[in-house]
Structure formats: structure tokens, C-alpha cells
């Protein structure tokens, strides 16, 4: 699994660290079955234009950012919802719900991803 740092350029505020999910079968099962979002974590689902919390037991944020990391939209989605589809969005980053308005994350900001290197433990990635 590769990870990345989720940082909003305009604020300088460190998102998440998340999970990049980027084939069918990761953008298929996304965050199916996880009994929470942690605080700090995320998931980035490329290409996406829009995302669903059916099946889920938790409310996420939705940014959906166009090719160039702009923010276009931020949903929040609680259990069972379909989001938008939004036109122009490349990716989806999916974080614990209340975080953009915690960050003052809004739409125009610029959003950047950092790929961190792979940790060879036992529990996963650590930083």
C-alpha cells in the first residue's frame, strides 16, 4: 500500500497522512468495513470524480480537487449517502468529517501530495 502526505498548500496545514488509492479494486473497497476514519488519516482515490459512503458506519469529507490539486468542492457525506459527481475533479481525498472546516480547508485552496517512503514493519506504516 502506498502512502502520502495530504498537505493544503494555502495554509500550510498538514491534512492527512493517507492511504492512495489507485487501481479499481482499492477504489472499489476504499473505506468498506473500517469501523472509523482515524484523525490524521485519509484516502486518495485517482481518478475519481465523485465518492459514496454506502456501507459505511461513519461521516467523511469529501475534497475533490481537479488535475492541477485546486479545490473545487468539499462535501460532507454522512452513512449511506451518494455525493456529487463533480465536473472538472481528478481525485477525491476522503478525511474524518468536521476536518476541512477545522483546517480552513475551502474551495480555491491548492491541495499537494507527498509520497512517503514505504515502512517495512510489522504494524504498517509509521512515520
Request: hydrophobic fraction near 45%; include cysteine.
Given at each position: 500500500?502506498?502512502?502520502?502526505?495530504?498537505?493544503?498548500?494555502?495554509?500550510?496545514?498538514?491534512?492527512?497522512?493517507?492511504?492512495?488509492?489507485?487501481?479499481?479494486?482499492?477504489?472499489?473497497?476504499?473505506?468498506?468495513?473500517?469501523?472509523?476514519?482515524?484523525?490524521?488519516?485519509?484516502?486518495?482515490?485517482?481518478?475519481?470524480?465523485?465518492?459514496?459512503?454506502?456501507?459505511?458506519?461513519?461521516?467523511?469529507?469529501?475534497?475533490?480537487?481537479?488535475a492541477g490539486g485546486r479545490l473545487l468542492l468539499v462535501s460532507t457525506l454522512p452513512p449511506g449517502r451518494v455525493g456529487p459527481v463533480v465536473p472538472g475533479c481528478r481525485?477525491?481525498?476522503?478525511?474524518?468529517?468536521?476536518?476541512?472546516?477545522?483546517?480552513?480547508?475551502?474551495?480555491?485552496?491548492?491541495?499537494?501530495?507527498?509520497?512517503?517512503?514505504?515502512?517495512?514493519?510489522?504494524?504498517?506504516?509509521?512515520?
Open positions: 500500500m502506498t502512502w502520502c502526505e495530504v498537505t493544503n498548500q494555502t495554509s500550510g496545514m498538514v491534512l492527512a497522512r493517507a492511504r492512495l488509492a489507485n487501481t479499481f479494486a482499492r477504489r472499489l473497497v476504499g473505506l468498506l468495513g473500517q469501523p472509523k476514519l482515524p484523525s490524521g488519516e485519509g484516502l486518495v482515490l485517482v481518478p475519481a470524480r465523485g465518492v459514496h459512503t454506502l456501507g459505511m458506519r461513519f461521516s467523511i469529507d469529501a475534497l475533490h480537487l481537479d481525485w477525491v481525498v476522503e478525511l474524518p468529517a468536521g476536518t476541512a472546516a477545522a483546517t480552513g480547508t475551502v474551495p480555491g485552496h491548492q491541495v499537494k501530495l507527498a509520497y512517503l517512503p514505504p515502512f517495512r514493519g510489522r504494524l504498517g506504516y509509521q512515520p
